[in-house]
């Protein structure tokens, strides 16, 4: 049901998800930036074990350790206890030496390193101490960017920490997809609509072209968080959303759980931890009406379907104007991936008997097994009737009421 092209493309991010989450060996840096980029439940990493590293430099005196809170602190979720040290840690760092003779710190090429430190400092947001860093950044950026030794990807890095830290400069010269990541992360300025279109378009190219197995891991995040947003449709048409539109509002669930009810005390003085348990099929269900209602005013959710022999087959989720049924599944700890398909294959044919409907499957992975992700999909597109597969795992922090 989809163009070779498209198929490509949801290849190439399949792909990239799965590298991510095979990924060994990153330091906590990385994995912080990856975090950020990503979102916990593609990392399978949240923020409160990445800083961890907290407890043992307690005053944020390693560059590290404050690139790290910076990443938090722009994904929204800086512990309270590390609010205060933000801006004394900044002070800290902007005082170091960069140079050691005529030779660079460590620190000085740490692309990802000051790509976090810059972010702390936005979220300070302290006039003495931006200006204070921009400063302290400006001693010794334009020597290392001349450097002949840096990579591609840190030199694209160290040139956005460079712009962000003047207000101003060339971004011309940034690989199109670090561009496209860091202007949608609101670091960098978005440039003219046919500028974009350029830039979306070399982001495409590459995932189609390029060896991405030869790709650093925090190029294959940048790529793919790039990739979502080169392919993503920029605005819905309320009027008359698609079937592909639908299946986008699907594949972005997980940022809607961001926000997700999940609290470890009281947030008011008159009320009681809550904690929205996802524990089964009807939970799920529930959360994607929520979502599908305001935009597919005629939902319907149990829409039994016409007999087929004895059967009397039921859609959990129907949307008539687009002839259209999500099928919702919660896959276990304990289900085995590939009994999936079968199931699905099984209501499909039913589904399908007295007439042509489009299915899009709806798996909500409560195992947590994203390599698995590709192949399942994979499995799914090949079965009729089916327009697209949603795969997605919950957060790390969302646990079933059983945990």
């Given at each position: 049901?989809?163009?070779?092209?498209?198929?490509?493309?949801?290849?190439?991010?399949?792909?990239?998800?799965?590298?991510?989450?095979?990924?060994?060996?990153?330091?906590?840096?990385?994995?912080?930036?990856?975090?950020?980029?990503?979102?916990?439940?593609?990392?399978?990493?949240?923020?409160?074990?990445?800083?961890?590293?907290?407890?043992?430099?307690?005053?944020?005196?390693?560059?590290?350790?404050?690139?790290?809170?910076?990443?938090?602190?722009?994904?929204?979720?800086?512990?309270?206890?590390?609010?205060?040290?933000?801006?004394?840690?900044?002070?800290?760092?902007?005082?170091?030496?960069?140079?050691?003779?005529?030779?660079?710190?460590?620190?000085?090429?740490?692309?990802?390193?000051?790509?976090?430190?810059?972010?702390?400092?936005?979220?300070?947001?302290?006039?003495?101490?931006?200006?204070?860093?921009?400063?302290?950044?400006?001693?010794?950026?334009?020597?290392?960017?001349?450097?002949?030794?840096?990579?591609?990807?840190?030199?694209?890095?160290?040139?956005?920490?460079?712009?962000?830290?003047?207000?101003?400069?060339?971004?011309?010269?940034?690989?199109?997809?670090?561009?496209?990541?860091?202007?949608?992360?609101?670091?960098?300025?978005?440039?003219?609509?046919?500028?974009?279109?350029?830039?979306?378009?070399?982001?495409?190219?590459?995932?189609?072209?390029?060896?991405?197995?030869?790709?650093?891991?925090?190029?294959?995040?940048?790529?793919?968080?790039?990739?979502?947003?080169?392919?993503?449709?920029?605005?819905?048409?309320?009027?008359?959303?698609?079937?592909?539109?639908?299946?986008?509002?699907?594949?972005?669930?997980?940022s809607s759980l961001k926000?997700?009810?999940?609290?470890?005390?009281?947030?008011?003085?008159?009320?009681?931890?809550?904690?929205?348990?996802?524990?089964?099929?009807?939970?799920?269900?529930?959360?994607?009406?929520?979502?599908?209602?305001?935009?597919?005013?005629?939902?319907?959710?149990?829409?039994?379907?016409?007999?087929?022999?004895?059967?009397?087959?039921?859609?959990?989720?129907?949307?008539?104007?687009?002839?259209?049924?999500?099928?919702?599944?919660?896959?276990?700890?304990?289900?085995?991936?590939?009994?999936l398909i079968g199931d699905?294959?099984?209501?499909?044919?039913?589904?399908?008997?007295?007439?042509?409907?489009?299915?899009?499957?709806?798996?909500?992975?409560?195992?947590?097994?994203?390599?698995?992700?590709?192949?399942?999909?994979?499995?799914?597109?090949?079965?009729?009737?089916?327009?697209?597969?949603?795969?997605?795992?919950?957060?790390?922090?969302?646990?079933?009421?059983?945990?």
């Open positions: 049901m989809n163009d070779p092209s498209t198929i490509l493309l949801n290849d190439a991010k399949h792909f990239l998800v799965s590298e991510v989450n095979q990924r060994t060996g990153l330091t906590c840096l990385d994995e912080s930036m990856l975090t950020w980029l990503l979102g916990d439940n593609v990392t399978g990493k949240n923020f409160r074990e990445l800083l961890a590293i907290s407890k043992f430099d307690k005053r944020l005196e390693q560059y590290q350790s404050l690139a790290c809170v910076g990443f938090a602190a722009s994904a929204g979720e800086l512990p309270d206890n590390l609010e205060s040290l933000v801006a004394t840690s900044l002070d800290y760092h902007a005082g170091r030496k960069p140079f050691s003779g005529n030779t660079p710190m460590r620190f000085c090429s740490d692309s990802v390193g000051l790509l976090g430190i810059v972010l702390a400092c936005k979220h300070a947001n302290n006039e003495r101490i931006t200006q204070r860093v921009n400063e302290w950044l400006g001693e010794f950026l334009p020597t290392v960017l001349r450097s002949t030794s840096l990579g591609q990807l840190d030199h694209d890095l160290l040139n956005a920490v460079f712009f962000i830290a003047r207000g101003h400069g060339d971004t011309s010269s940034i690989s199109p997809h670090i561009q496209l990541a860091l202007q949608h992360k609101g670091l960098l300025p978005v440039v003219e609509a046919n500028q974009q279109s350029i830039l979306k378009t070399a982001v495409l190219v590459k995932a189609k072209s390029d060896n991405l197995h030869n790709l650093a891991e925090i190029e294959k995040a940048l790529l793919l968080y790039a990739l979502d947003v080169a392919s993503s449709t920029s605005t819905i048409q309320f009027s008359q959303p698609s079937l592909a539109e639908l299946v986008l509002l699907l594949s972005r669930v997980p926000r997700w009810t999940w609290e470890e005390k009281p947030l008011t003085s008159r009320s009681v931890t809550r904690k929205w348990h996802i524990d089964h099929e009807y939970h799920v269900q529930n959360l994607l009406y929520a979502i599908l209602a305001p935009i597919f005013p005629d939902i319907r959710e149990e829409e039994y379907l016409p007999s087929v022999g004895q059967k009397k087959p039921r859609a959990d989720l129907f949307v008539p104007t687009l002839q259209v049924i999500i099928e919702v599944k919660y896959a276990r700890e304990s289900m085995k991936i590939q009994q699905i294959s099984q209501d499909c044919g039913l589904y399908r008997a007295q007439r042509e409907l489009m299915i899009v499957p709806f798996i909500w992975d409560a195992g947590r097994r994203i390599d698995e992700h590709s192949l399942l999909r994979r499995g799914l597109m090949e079965l009729p009737g089916i327009f697209d597969a949603v795969i997605v795992s919950p957060p790390g922090w969302l646990q079933n009421s059983s945990s």
